[in-house]
């Protein structure tokens, strides 16, 4: 998808390029932009007026889902201070042995749950670590530079990781729900 | 040049005059047609007084088809053509057909492959067909009481209607000669209709249970826009299933036999239906049901005894309620208030169940089988311009996850369900063989992991991919959804170049050719008729492309064009004006084009000027003000 702005997704909403951003603002500079530009203000406009609205709909969509989410959000902020455009690699590549064994043993954790209620246990403490982990990206973050990047894409992946985990305790919620 | 009225972009130059919209309720049991009359949404009702016309077509050979009320007295006498229900069948293959099909008492011409027909006496039909005759009897109960024809429609589906269940309607739209503005789902339109009337920021639940559909729908209200949070729902689950449960109850105790014929199924199921109705304000209703050679049978059903043998079924809604909270990312205690839709939620047993799993009573005000075609005119009228912009916005979703078939069968997911529309995402794809020149693409539906599972939208090969070593190619794939919720995808591959677009026509769709045929041949449309509406609609076309170049030019021709791309357009302009009236096709549409590619840069221009525009006059500290 070509990027009709040709701007990066902070400045398409006039916000600081930081990690730590106003929620907020991002919402209603959102909802503003799309007030203005959403292809159901342009239904009878002409065909080139309606692509074009399309466009700039998506690209405001697309923003504002990577923005409006933690890990999306770091993982683009990170994109951006790599000076190669090379798209960083989905891959999961965590070189801490203790974080991995740790989640090995939630997952075994995980498939052993039979109740609803030790299952909202276990969601809610893995809502806590995720937590935990964002404000701990957040000091990264802050102190971003060349030579901190690798331990921020770490960061990412762990919380990537337990992100994953968290779907699928969600997986098996409907389940056990029925 | 003619004398230019000055207008701020994104509103229409012209006099202030007022279109005629319509919102359209395509419903499986009922249809409604609704329009707004001075700023007031009302359902249209029939020169007998009624606002309901039953979804059921009937054909008699070598006669218009017979539409509603009329044709359901058909159906007893004359179920093999008497087709009701047929948002069922819409955009489905023969093989979910046969699955349903055990309920639905047609015949199907089997074909290879497209979308199945149903023999009558008037000729194999698709349900396109069927859904378009229902479209036309509304169109013109519309156009009657306002006197006028019709500028477009909003046609509601439900919200969980994919891909090929939304294009084969709006397929149905064009074949009954509707411009559809945009189809809107159900409970979105409910929820227009409840958010408008009562102004209430904050989080509602749409409970929807139709005649053949379930959706639930969880909208943020704020600062005028609407935003659907999460959707859920089940597309084969209705109030028709409460009626089979009633009907196996009655054959069980009547001792009617599996095979019945199509009638004593027929007079059984609207039995059951009947009974079911008077159960809302009874306690227990007598059943009397005609057997062979005379014989009667007669039987008491108490609501007690309904609630036993449907509540498993609405039990079955709860699900898709529990998966669109969670979706959403909301607790039930943050529902402000549920709103009941659909004629099946007159039950009382749905009120209770809902009301139980909500934690409050539901919403009922507005009469549930016209609200959605309410909300559905309500949106009509501000998308054909006749209400100020900025006055509400809706943000919708994609209902159901789109993915493409991978190596193994599986569906990898590139846009998940609940995203907001307009939408678009990429993925790269390589070639596994050395020396691969093509490549097959399969876009599939719906939320499990193997493509089998998933719904098969369609099918494309991307050919002419240059020789590689296995690996090599990148093979850019590109899914955009549009406001509709429609799909269409891009492939290129990109060290080449090589690429290829389709529409996504769905597996059991109509094609393009098609739909022209039907056209052609549908009998109140002889060919001259096809040919006078084309050349109207080019030049209608014509018309407001040349209104928007001229008010553009008007506005920033000096800010943003240099003399060459000014002349380039002036030029194109001109020519068009000059043939906007002509009576061939071919040159309207030919320098309607021209003119549209000359100013495409400028438009993209304007847009780019309005975003910066947008942006600062409303620094980021001033947000917190507004």
Known sequence: MPSPSKKNYFELFALPCTFDIDLKALKECYQLLQKNFHPDRYASKPDHEKRLAMQHATELNDAYSVLKDPLKRGFYLLSLYRSNEQNLSEEVSIKDSAFLMQQFELREALAAIKTLDELLLFIKKTDASINETIEQLKTEFKKISPDNLSTIESTLNKIQFMVKLREEAFLLEEELMG | ?626
């Open chain 2, 1 to 626: 040049m003619s004398l230019l009225q000055i207008s701020e972009p994104g509103q229409s130059p012209a006099p202030h005059q007022r279109r005629l919209a319509a919102g359209i309720d395509l419903g499986t049991t009922n249809s409604l047609v609704a329009t707004s009359r001075s700023g007031v949404a009302d359902v249209l009702p029939d020169i007998d007084g009624y606002h309901l016309l039953p979804s059921i077509v009937s054909y008699t050979k070598g006669q218009p088809a017979i539409v509603g009320r009329v044709a359901a007295a058909a159906a007893v006498s004359d179920p093999l053509n008497t087709i009701a229900s047929v948002k069922r069948l819409m955009g489905r293959g023969i093989e979910d057909v046969v699955q349903t099909g055990n309920k639905l008492p047609y015949q199907f011409t089997k074909s290879e492959q497209g979308m199945p027909r149903i023999s009558t006496v008037a000729g194999d039909v698709s349900p396109v067909q069927v859904s378009s005759e229902i479209l036309k009897a509304l169109k013109l109960r519309a156009e009657q009481s306002l006197q006028g024809e019709l500028d477009g429609v909003v046609i509601t589906v439900p919200a969980y209607f994919d891909d090929a269940q939304r294009q084969a309607t709006k397929d149905a739209a064009r074949l009954a000669g509707l411009n559809v503005l945009r189809l809107l789902n159900e409970p979105t339109a409910a929820a227009i209709a409840y958010g408008l009337d009562r102004g209430s920021e904050g989080i509602h639940v749409i409970y929807d249970l139709g005649g053949g559909t379930f959706d639930i729908s969880i909208l943020r209200f704020s600062k005028g826009i609407f935003e659907v949070i999460a959707t859920a729902g089940n597309a084969a689950l209705g109030g028709d299933d409460l009626d089979h449960e009633i009907a196996k109850w009655i054959m069980a105790q009547a001792d009617i036999s599996g095979d019945a014929s199509h009638s004593q199924m027929r007079h059984v199921l609207s039995e059951a239906r009947i009974a079911k109705e008077a159960l809302t304000n009874q306690t227990s209703v007598e059943l009397r049901i005609d057997l062979d050679k005379g014989a009667v049978w007669q039987g008491e059903l108490t609501r007690k005894q309904l609630e036993t043998l449907i509540e498993p079924v609405i039990r079955r809604t709860l699900a898709p309620c529990r998966r669109a909270l969670r979706d959403a990312d909301i607790q039930v205690s943050d529902v402000q208030d549920v709103v009941l839709v659909g004629g099946t939620t007159r039950t009382p047993l749905v009120r209770k169940l809902v009301g139980e799993f909500f934690e409050q009573p539901p919403l009922v005000d507005i009469d549930p089988d016209k609200v959605v075609a309410i909300g559905a005119a309500i949106q009509a009228d501000i998308l054909v311009g006749n209400k100020n912009d900025g006055e509400m916005l809706l943000l919708d979703v994609i209902p159901l996850s789109l993915g493409l078939e991978t190596m193994g069968g599986l569906s990898e997911k590139l846009i998940a369900r609940n995203t907001t529309i307009p939408v678009a995402r990429a993925q790269e794809f390589t070639t596994y063989k050395d020396g691969q020149v093509a490549m097959m693409i399969h876009v599939v539906q719906g939320e499990r992991d193997l493509v089998d599972d998933c719904r098969s939208l369609a099918r494309f090969e991307l050919r002419g991919i240059p020789p590689m070593a296995a690996g090599v190619a990148r093979i850019r794939v590109t899914f955009q959804v549009d406001a509709d919720g429609l799909l269409s995808v891009d492939a290129i591959e990109q060290t080449s170049g090589v690429s290829s677009h389709i529409e996504v026509k769905p597996s059991y769709g109509l094609q393009e050719n098609e739909i022209e045929q039907m056209l052609r041949d549908s009998m109140d449309h002889a060919e001259s008729d096809v040919e006078s509406r084309r050349l109207r609609e080019a030049q209608v076309d014509a018309k407001r492309l040349i209104e928007a170049v001229e008010s553009a030019l008007a506005v920033d021709a000096e800010k943003l064009l240099d003399c060459e791309e000014c002349q380039k357009i002036n030029q194109a302009l001109e020519k068009l004006k000059e043939a906007e009236s002509s009576s061939s096709l071919e040159e309207v549409k030919r320098l309607t084009s021209i003119l549209d590619k000359a100013s495409a840069g400028f438009a993209a221009k304007r847009m780019d000027a309005n975003i910066h525009k947008v942006l600062s006059g409303h620094s980021v500290t001033d947000f917190d003000n507004k």
